[in-house]
């Protein structure tokens, strides 16, 4: 039998660390879902994204636009995903100057607030009510470790979608049981149309 599987993703672990800086930004979630988990194995029920609405930037002012898009083809295009927000807390603080200079600067930090508690919850809340045999984790956070063990040890099936080639958490290898590589490969092949049918909604013009 095919394991009934949900897929969990760290929005901003996944993009940071496997889509920031390619081009291939423009990613079909489902796709991506369906070419690392075989559908001989996995019967995929849901695919439930964690982000956050990013706000403006001088350098950047565009950034919320392209979001907004990006968010909105998935809704349209991918029948089974869910959204979940966080959101972003912004405040000053003081950072000193790396070497040779010295002294203080005044900075605006953000931090994005409630990804991986969201992600916790969610796959702790759907094994406790059975919603699947198979939870398949898109992030390299080691923060979501106990989440995974704990469900683990309700006799679920953990897969561990590894973002990027650097550093992959050696805690969440030790609790899943299996691991795929997010590869370019994969990405490359797993890009939403330009434009959305039946709509209007394109890919970005940088992206």
Not at 44 to 49: A, C, G, M
Not at 82 to 100: D, V
Request: charge should be positive; proline fraction near 7%.
């Amino acid at each position: 039998m095919r394991a009934r599987t949900i897929v969990y993703v760290d929005g901003f672990n996944f993009y940071y660390r496997c889509l920031k800086g390619t081009p291939y930004k423009w990613i079909d979630l489902s796709k991506l879902a369906s070419l690392l988990l075989p559908e001989n194995k996995h019967e995929i029920l849901k695919i439930k994204f964690f982000t956050a609405r990013i706000d403006a930037r001088p350098n950047d002012p565009d950034a919320p636009d392209r979001q907004a898009s990006y968010l909105k083809a998935l809704e349209l295009h991918c029948p089974n995903i869910e959204i979940i927000y966080g959101h972003f807390l912004s405040h000053c603080a003081k950072r000193p100057f790396a070497p040779p200079k010295s002294g203080w600067a005044d900075v605006i930090l953000t931090e994005e607030k409630g990804t991986d508690v969201n992600l916790a919850v969610h796959l702790l809340n759907d094994a406790w009510l059975d919603a699947y045999d198979c939870a398949a984790v898109v992030s390299n956070d080691s923060d979501l470790a106990e989440a995974m063990r704990l469900a683990k040890s309700r006799g679920k099936l953990i897969g561990w979608m590894v973002t990027g080639n650097q550093h992959p958490s050696q805690v969440l290898a030790k609790i899943a049981h299996f691991r795929k590589p997010i590869r370019n490969l994969a990405l490359a092949n797993s890009q939403l149309p330009d434009m959305i049918p039946g709509s209007a909604i394109r890919k970005p013009s940088s992206w």
